[in-house]
């Protein structure tokens, strides 16, 4: 572990790639809106938001660098290859069942095989979890903002 104060040698690797990947992205968000029209804050066009959006990530990433350069040395721990294949199934098995089972177990899904990610992790949680997502995520989304996806098998 690094030494508090930012007294190791070097910089805090997984941070300083986290903020390059944030620098990297608004850059590139920039440059592919450009064409687009931001319009005023009264009628905005359709470049606004992007634009807003890669600013925010320019900005995160520059204060995220900042930071990770001021403190300790932290290395950039091996990739596991367990929850970055449960992660990936969980969002593709919810992009591929939501259509046919609907909002409500598509979700169930995402959160419940997602939760298995983490062996640690345990069931009444996780369940409490999915429920409490799955209502807020069906009136935000469903009822909230119109989307046209079914709720229940149809």
Not at 6 to 27: C, E, S
Not at 37 to 49: C, E, I, R
Not at 86 to 108: D, K, M, N, R
């Amino acid at each position: 572990m690094a030494a508090p104060g930012g007294a190791g040698k070097g910089a805090d690797l997984p941070d300083v790639l986290t903020a390059g990947l944030f620098i990297g992205f608004g850059a590139l968000g920039l440059w592919l809106a450009r064409d687009l029209d931001q319009g005023t804050l009264a009628q905005m066009g359709p470049g606004f938001l992007p634009r807003a959006v890669c600013i925010g990530l320019l900005v995160l990433g520059g204060i995220t660098g900042f930071a990770a350069l001021r403190r300790g040395a932290e290395p950039i721990e091996a990739i596991r290859l367990r929850p970055l294949l449960v992660i990936t199934l969980a969002i593709v098995g919810f992009a591929y069942l939501a259509e046919w089972l609907g909002f409500v177990l598509a979700s169930g899904w995402l959160i419940i095989v997602g939760s298995l990610a983490d062996p640690g992790g345990r069931w009444r949680t996780t369940l409490l979890l999915a429920a409490g997502l799955t209502l807020f995520g069906a009136l935000v989304f469903i009822y909230g903002l119109g989307v046209q996806m079914p709720l229940w098998p149809v």
